[in-house]
């Protein structure tokens, strides 16, 4: 089980860095301030669910059920 949550860490790992690219483009550019902030936002949320996949890797591969 560890190792679906390991995949899906670095799926969302990986999401996080394609957001934060597009964010720095975007500025960049000058784009749209109301596009900035929805990828911030983005960015936040799919950090915060990659932290939670890294910790329940952690914690599966801990308690040995993994």
Do not use: D
């Not at 999401?15 to 301030?33: F, Q």
């Amino acid at each position: 089980m560890s190792t679906v949550f390991n995949i899906l860490a670095i799926v969302v790992m990986v999401a996080v860095v394609i957001v934060l690219t597009r964010g720095l483009i975007n500025m960049l550019r000058g784009g749209s301030g109301n596009t900035s902030n929805k990828l911030m936002q983005a960015r936040v949320l799919l950090q915060f669910v990659a932290l939670v996949f890294i910790m329940l890797a952690l914690w599966y591969s801990r308690s040995g059920t993994g």
